[in-house]
């Protein structure tokens, strides 16, 4: 029998804390990466915060060409025990793959974290290992979103099988800033089956989506302005609006992350949906858009977070 946890002096033993916090990225749960370390590939990535955060915590270069990425070892432990925790909560955490990286760069060499060379694998072998386990099943309670700003690798770089019949949890997602970048990459991302959103951040110009979100063609929409860098003022949240009304017309759940560092969110763009199931999820997200507790449960208002990717 499970022996019960009250102590000698009456009181209740205090639950023991989760040992990864949760992530500031709201949109997520938890963040994992596989590695650190990328280069710079769309007017997006001006200001990625990424790079800062890696230049400040880890002092070897990993951005840019002739640079390796830095092999984080912990990370299939945390996706290990991400998926024991939500088993035995039953619940499902959504993962964000990855924060300091981007999942669908070309193979790069790895390093460790002493800055060491680690000769027999490349980030390629991390990947490939990833959607392994993925296909495996090892991780049925976690919902991957890989957010690339690279697209078109997609297909040429997950198993054959998930072009059939892609995994129910993940989510391909990128990152649109403007209408050219909006054009290609959407139409690149389309080319994918399965689950797909878009992070539509920093917004520099206003852009509609709406050619590309009929027929749940995207499950996904998040929007926001830029936070630090000499842009960080250009966004008007009218673009925000647009954008808002195109996925309520469309049942597409639409997240507003925010205007900037400064401002704060407009009532009217105090909303936050997300997809709330992973399997089936279309048919689920529509009805969480029509669901007005749902909208107001999740609509709530935020001061402006960190930088964006
Ligand atoms: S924004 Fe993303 S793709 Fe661009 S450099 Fe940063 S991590 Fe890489």
């Known amino acids: 029998m499970k ?18 916090p949760k992530t500031d990225i709201e949109w997520a749960d938890f963040t994992v990466n596989l590695w ?11 200001h990625c915060y990424a790079e800062k955060d890696a230049k400040f915590y880890y002092r070897i270069p990993i951005w840019g060409k002739g640079t390796s990425r830095r092999k984080i070892e912990e990370a299939f432990i945390k996706l290990d025990d991400l998926q024991k925790e939500a088993a035995s909560k039953r619940v499902t955490y959504r993962v964000f793959i990855g924060s300091m990286m981007d999942i669908f760069e070309l193979p790069q060499k790895l390093i460790d974290k002493n800055g060491n060379k680690i000769e027999d694998i490349t980030t390629a072998h991390l990947r490939y290992e990833l959607f392994k386990n993925i296909s ?9 979103m890989f957010l690339t700003k690279r697209p078109s690798n997609i297909n040429k770089m997950i198993p054959d099988a998930w072009k059939i019949d892609p995994p129910a949890n993940v989510f391909f997602g990128t990152s649109p800033v403007d209408k050219g ?5 959407i139409e690149q991302l389309l080319t994918v089956k399965g689950n797909k959103f878009l ?6 110009e206003e852009i509609s989506l709406k050619p590309w979100l009929k027929d ?6 998040i929007v926001g302005g830029e936070s630090g860098g000499d842009r960080e003022e250009r966004f008007n949240p009218d673009w925000g609006r647009i ?14 992350k925010q205007v900037d560092r400064v401002r704060a969110i407009p009532k009217d763009l105090q909303i936050r949906h997300r997809p709330i199931e992973v399997y089936g999820c279309a048919a689920t997200a529509c009805k969480a858009i029509n669901d007005e507790s749902y909208i107001a449960m999740n609509a709530k208002a ?3 977070p960190k930088t964006t990717k």
Do not use: Q
Not at 181 to 185: H, I, P, R, S, Y
Not at 216 to 221: A, D, G, H, Q, R
């Open 3 to 20: 022996k019960k946890t009250v102590r000698l002096n009456g009181t209740k033993k205090p639950k023991k804390k989760f040992k990864y």
């Open 36 to 46: 650190w370390g990328c280069m710079k590939v769309s007017l997006g990535c001006e």
């Open 136 to 144: 495996d099943h090892k991780y049925d309670n976690l919902v991957f």
């Open 181 to 185: 970048t909006a054009f290609k990459f």
């Open 199 to 204: 992070s539509v951040e920093p917004l520099l």
């Open 216 to 221: 749940n063609l995207i499950n996904f929409v």
């Open 243 to 256: 954008i808002r009304d195109e996925c309520l017309e469309t049942n597409t759940p639409f997240f507003f």
């Open 302 to 304: 935020t001061k402006a």
